[in-house]
């Protein structure tokens, strides 16, 4: 098949190559279903530019695409690269501006039949303590620069030593929270400065708390293991490294712009500008991403903890009675250096992540004891009217997507589009009719985040589902929405 | 600021404003001069910007720009006129 002049091979049902050509290192690979590929694909640069990532030095085995696919600055949304390590690049481009970017979902012991006729007053208090929108600030007191560093190198056991944690929580977060290897030192005073107030805030853009019902039970033993049970009140929180983040990879950008020259590297897209792993720029963005992903992984600590508190005050419950405990925390804009298998050999790699989630099958050593039989918790979030889902890692991720998987349903509409649909109507309404409560600060955001400017995120799940990259668990339906 | 294409520098020149408003809470009211000069393998920007803070009661920041992007980046001159498109990351 061809959409717009690229030529795509159907490997399966749901994977479609692009071939290796012209300048491309290797071949693209896309995972989606004819029918995604038919509605979304035909109008998006993303096809492209799992092309442009193809031209990476040092990339290993494919170009790879999830099926929430879609346009990116660089690399698409939803585009996983490995490059070597020894001979490869890192690019800010794999990773994205807002660095750690990522979800993490709280269980709670709570039904919802009994709390929802307090859904409106829960979503007011959270709301009112989580600070949101542009310029969010305050969560916590202001962090003098040396508690910053401290959080640059240590992520959430910052948050933890400060009574914002507990250890369990770090067990249960990607990394344990922490990228070890993070230098402040590589962090400009720009970046510090715009990180000092940020900690605990969500911002602004397609940021969220949401608060969801387990709707649906796929999978009854890993949802046991993971702490899900039908009719249970959870909070999902995406947010990632604010300011700071956006800071470093704009710092580095131009640093890789000029390194482009220095090394003589031919790229199709400035926004791919890199740099070789073990050069000293290559080691100093990386150094510098480590530390903004860590303010992320403290950055929605301190916003859960934050939100656990507001749960003890709007139910009058004890601690130990909600039983507010995290089940997994996801980074899905990342770069880290992973072992896999490629070419009958282990290979060590620099896996970019950019709008995809780490899927790691239980035998992963990595993982904590309690998922060894499960794989790791997959969040998927959806839109904010219809569903998201839990699902599980698998060895045929690692086997064939340098064990990664989608992020979320993808854009199918700019803001813009979704600005000018939703003009006219009652939105704030439509989601109340649907059983969902929302507070933003404007309507702007509502509109520009309607369940309509997104794919539906079953189709996305589905497809990693029946390719058995990763596994359905649970889905969750929303009720509570707060934005920025 | 200095850059060694006009389109970096334009982007280096426009994030400057954005760190203005986010981090200094200033925004940009008047640019009293801006001179761009070519040098050897490098572009050179002066500019003197008139700057007011930004006052939390009265100014409404409707939306947060994370960043100015380089994506698809080109100044074009056509009939004496310069044109770009830029794509800022909101």
Redesign the interface.
């Known amino acids: 098949m061809n959409v717009q002049g690229i030529e795509l091979n159907k490997i399966h049902d749901y994977l479609w190559e692009i071939p290796k050509n012209g300048g491309m290192n290797v071949p693209g690979r896309i995972y989606s279903s004819r029918q995604m590929i038919d509605s979304y694909m035909q109008n998006d640069e993303a096809l492209k530019q799992v092309i442009n990532v193809a031209h990476l030095p040092g990339i290993q085995k494919y170009s790879l695409a999830m099926p929430d696919i879609h346009w990116g600055y660089g690399f698409p949304i939803g585009g996983v690269a490995a490059t070597d390590l020894n001979d490869g690049v890192i690019s800010p481009g794999g990773v994205g501006y807002d660095i750690n970017c990522g979800v993490r979902i709280a269980g709670t012991s709570l039904h919802f039949e009994e709390i929802k006729r307090r859904v409106p007053k829960l979503v007011e208090n959270l709301f009112r303590k989580v600070p949101t929108g542009v310029g969010a600030k305050g969560a916590i007191h202001k962090l003098n620069s040396k508690d910053l560093k401290n959080i640059l190198t240590r992520g959430s056991a910052w948050s933890v030593e400060n009574g914002f944690g507990t250890e369990k929580d770090i067990e249960h977060t990607e990394e344990k929270g922490r990228l070890a290897g993070a230098d402040p030192a590589k962090v400009s005073e720009r970046a510090i400065e715009r990180g000092l107030d940020q900690a605990g805030t969500l911002g602004s853009g397609n940021h969220f708390l949401e608060l969801d019902v387990v709707d649906e039970i796929f999978d009854d033993q890993k949802a046991e293991t993971f702490g899900l049970f039908k009719g249970q009140v959870v909070l999902m929180i995406h947010t990632g490294s604010r300011g700071l983040g956006y800071q470093v990879c704009d710092d580095y950008l131009k640093v890789l712009l000029k390194a482009e020259k220095k090394y003589d590297f031919k790229l199709p897209d400035k926004q791919l500008a890199c740099a070789p792993i073990q050069s000293q720029e290559g080691q100093d963005y990386l150094s510098a991403m480590k530390c903004a992903a860590n303010f992320a992984w403290n950055n929605r600590q301190v916003i859960m903890h934050i939100a656990k508190k507001v749960f003890i005050n709007t139910f009058n419950i004890s601690e130990a009675g909600l039983n507010f405990n995290l089940i997994y925390d996801v980074c899905h804009n990342i770069a880290k250096i992973e072992e896999h298998l490629i070419d009958g050999s282990i290979k060590k790699v620099c896996v970019h992540r950019k709008g995809a989630t780490r899927a790691f099958p239980g035998d992963n050593k990595s993982l904590p004891e309690i998922f060894r039989q499960t794989g790791q918790p997959v969040l998927i979030p959806g839109d904010m009217g219809r569903y998201s889902y839990i699902a599980a890692g698998t060895s045929r991720a690692m086997d064939e997507t340098f064990g990664s998987s989608c992020h979320g349903a993808g854009r199918v509409q700019s803001r813009h589009q979704a600005l000018k649909a939703g003009k006219g109507r009652d939105l704030v309404n439509e989601l109340r009719k649907g059983g969902v409560v929302i507070q933003a600060h404007g309507l702007r955001t509502i509109a520009e985040e309607m369940p309509y400017a997104y794919k539906d995120v079953s189709d996305v799940v589905d497809v990693m589902h029946n390719t058995g990259i990763t596994i359905k668990v649970a889905k969750l339906k929303p009720f509570g929405v707060i934005k920025g | 600021l200095s850059?060694?294409q006009p389109e970096?520098l334009l982007v280096?020149f426009l994030?400057e404003l954005n760190?203005q408003v986010?981090?200094k809470k200033k925004v940009c009211i008047a640019v009293e001069s801006i001179r761009i000069k070519p040098g050897e393998g490098i572009y050179n920007l002066e500019s003197v910007l008139l700057l007011r803070n930004i006052n939390d009661e009265t100014d409404i920041?409707?939306?947060?720009i994370?960043?100015?992007?380089?994506?698809?980046?080109e100044i074009k001159f056509h009939n004496n006129v310069y044109t770009v498109v830029l794509?800022f990351?909101?």
């Open positions: 850059s060694q970096y280096e994030s760190y986010n981090v920041l409707k939306q947060e994370k960043a100015i992007t380089y994506h698809n980046i794509v990351d909101i």
